[in-house]
């Protein structure tokens, strides 16, 4: 049988926009915003679903973004924090980002992860998940979440990985309602 | 700045194997075995951990194949049951393998799913999921399985999954226990 690779690529448009020299974003929520404008561009071009992401090291550098690309790679994992994970370890070179604890990197995504993504959080090696929409937010506009287990934040931070949410989570819910509101598809 | 593309590859002896003609195995016992051979098969080629799953159709087919490579493809989300439902959908051509309800996939695992695993069943379309090893097989050697909510089976049940359990059971834990007794990487 003739057995296909696993082959994810960035949408161009993302390459483009980011085939520069990167300017440091210290601050968490100059990083939401960039991840937030990604999230509204995924829309505008049509490469996938509201939401994105990005893994980030202390000192604001970017190390990998991520998308939601289910649809137009045609993968249901391909949620975006599954993909800035996988990219920033392809990057680093590692499956585990924490280097063994030498590296404290951040996952900020537009809106809190799904049951999945939540999953993979602990097996990357990040230290800290930043979120801007909550749950609720995601739901009201009609994607399922998944069964997560209560207390997801505590259950992260009882592993030693910090949880900030609510950042610019006004913002973040603007972008899920404008692709609601445009007739995006859920799944 | 240069971002990589994620690329994932079946390790070469795995696309070897199944190079020839495939012969339906229509029983669920006998998938579990092919699942299980693989298993074992990874762990004597070194490319990965004690874990392997498949995707059937319900003539038998092996749709795709995954193995647990988080090590050798440098991928925390590398788990075999993500692999085999991400190249199933490839191989398939859609994020949805159950078309729109219209087909009915299995999922065949040597071990009971992680919290990241069980998070993406739902979203792949697959229709049923067998397993062997239990959770607590799987955590006896040593691995995390992560936060999954209580009474998982029957939340994918409400989904519309259905799920078997111990299949081969005794079997999927002997591979569990090779790899331990060889000193295996525990992540």
Redesign the interface.
């Known amino acids: ?1 003739d ?8 949408p161009q448009w993302l ?1 483009d926009q ?2 520069g ?2 300017e440091p974003l210290p601050s968490a929520e100059a990083q939401m915003r960039f991840v937030i404008a990604l999230a509204r561009e995924n829309i505008r071009q049509g490469s996938g679903g509201p939401f994105a992401a990005a893994v980030f090291d202390p000192q604001g550098n ?1 190390v ?2 991520g998308l939601n690309i ?2 137009s ?6 949620h975006a924090e ?2 800035a ?3 920033a ?3 680093l ?4 980002l924490s280097d063994g604890g030498r590296r404290h990197l951040t996952l900020v995504a537009s809106a809190e992860p ?7 959080i ?4 990040v230290a800290r998940l930043v979120v801007g929409a909550r749950d609720e937010d995601v739901r009201a506009i009609g994607f ?1 979440e ?4 209560e207390h ?1 934040s505590a ?1 992260l931070a009882s592993r030693g990985i910090e949880v900030e949410r609510d950042l610019l989570r006004a913002e973040a819910i603007a972008v899920l309602r404008a692709y609601s509101e445009a007739g995006g598809a859920i ?1």
Chains 1, 2 share one sequence.
């Open positions: 049988m057995l296909p690779e696993l082959r994810i690529r960035l390459l980011l085939g020299a990167w970017l990998a973004p289910v649809t790679s045609r993968c249901s994992i391909m599954m993909l994970l996988a990219l370890q392809q990057r070179g590692s499956h585990d799904c049951a999945m993504c939540l999953g993979a602990p097996w990357s090696g399922d998944g069964a997560k287990p997801w259950a799944y």
